[in-house]
């Protein structure tokens, strides 16, 4: 079974090595959906939402609300990037013998996201 939870953020960037308005400073309201996939246990939970929260927001949220991204990574600041550096912080935390996490989906815009798996990732420790 798959459980998910949605958080927000707001962060500064720009795209480097592209032409076009990205390439510019800009910010977006980031939507990031996070999805643990295990088997619940005796009381029907797969992961505590509140235990999910607590991780996210330690792993995530905390280090990239109201930053510029630029500055923080030494890479380009794609969704595709982020994602990947995402994934590497959360797999470790969100992994234990009866759940682990599943896929992250990354929206940069109401119209604009990635997803990744753990197809795309492997078992990728952070
Ligand atoms: N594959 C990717 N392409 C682009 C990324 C990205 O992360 N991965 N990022 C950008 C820019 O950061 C930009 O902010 C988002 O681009 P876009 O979706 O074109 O933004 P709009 O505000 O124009 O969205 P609309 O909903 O279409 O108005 C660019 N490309
Ligand atoms: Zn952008």
């Known amino acids: ?3 998910t939870k949605v958080f927000e953020f707001d962060s500064a960037h720009n795209l480097i090595n592209y032409n076009g308005k990205c390439e510019k400073l800009h910010g977006h ?4 959906e996070v999805t ?24 995530i949220i905390e280090k990239l ?8 990574f030494d890479f380009n600041t794609t969704c595709e990037n ?22 992250l989906t990354l929206w940069e ?10 197809e795309d990732m492997g078992d990728v420790e952070s």
């Not at 609300?65 to 923080?72: I, P, T, V």
């Open 1 to 3: 079974m798959k459980v």
């Open 29 to 32: 309201t980031y939507k990031l």
């Open 36 to 59: 643990v996939s295990g088997v619940p246990d005796i009381n029907g939970l797969v992961i505590d939402f509140t235990l999910l929260k607590s991780i996210v927001n330690e792993c």
């Open 65 to 72: 609300d109201h930053q510029y991204l630029n500055e923080l």
């Open 82 to 103: 982020i994602l990947v550096w995402m994934w590497n912080q959360l797999y470790g935390r969100l992994k234990t013998d009866r759940f682990e996490l599943y896929q």
């Open 109 to 118: 815009t109401p119209t604009s996201y990635a997803t990744v798996t753990k």
